[in-house]
Nanobody, 122 residues
Framework: QVQLAESGGGLVQAGGSLRLLCAAS????????MGWFRQAPGKEREFVAA????????YYADSVKGRFTISRDNAKNTVYLQMNSLKPEDMSVYYC???????????????WGQGTQVTVSS
């Protein structure tokens, strides 16, 4: 069992930056690939970024590539999402998720956090 808790969301002007954190509790964090997803009102949850269990590989949705960076610290059981050059269309609730062993861009993750709101003003 893994519990996930996101933090770091808030209000930022377009062009600004935020860093989201996802703290994991439970056992064996380092066997889980981690992902970030987002969901805006009235829209489906969409993939943002994922990182392998070791942290050696990552990939991104085209919409955030070059602006967002996912990273993890297995010693701290934490995954991060650094978001730069934020746009109004990035405004969403952001969720972190854990999937045993294998990265995925689909929503078939094993565990989910409660989400953190990111608001981008234009």
């Amino acid at each position: 069992q893994v519990q996930l808790a996101e933090s770091g969301g808030g209000l930022v002007q377009a062009g600004g930056s935020l860093r989201l954190l996802c703290a994991a509790s439970g056992r064996s964090f380092n066997i889980y690939a981690m992902g970030w997803f987002r969901q805006a009102p009235g829209k489906e949850r969409e993939f943002v970024a994922a990182i392998s269990a070791s942290g050696g590989r990552s990939y991104y949705a085209d919409s955030v590539k070059g602006r967002f960076t996912i990273s993890r610290d297995n010693a701290k059981n934490t995954v991060y999402l650094q978001m730069n050059s934020l746009k109004p269309e990035d405004m969403s609730v952001y969720y972190c998720a854990a999937k045993r062993l294998i990265m995925s861009s689909s929503t078939d993750y094993d565990y989910w956090g409660q989400g953190t709101q990111v608001t981008v003003s234009s």
